[in-house]
């Protein structure tokens, strides 16, 4: 199963807060809650929001990028 969330796969996580100050350093988002995730990467002055159900597992790198403010999902977990 390609992107299965295991320790093997992503050995740390971090809790994340959404804010358009806070730099996020990860391999893949986990949202525990529904809803939406704007994702800011570091280089780019765009976001990206994408619409997420409970439990998903969004593979996307970030090195400094942001998890703006306005995300709506919950339960947001860094993996890397």
Do not use: Q, W
């Not at 295991?6 to 100050?21: E, G, H, I, K, L």
């Not at 800011?40 to 159900?53: G, I, L, R, Y």
């Amino acid at each position: 199963m390609p992107n299965a969330l295991n320790v093997a796969t992503y050995p740390t996580s971090t809790a994340v807060t959404a804010s358009d100050a806070t730099p996020v350093k990860c391999r893949a988002l986990f949202a525990g809650g529904a809803g939406t995730l704007v994702i800011k990467h570091f280089a780019t002055d765009s976001s990206k929001t994408f619409t997420v159900p409970a439990g998903y597992l969004l593979p996307v790198e970030l090195d400094d990028g942001r998890v703006m403010a306005a995300s709506t999902a919950t339960g947001i977990v860094a993996l890397s």
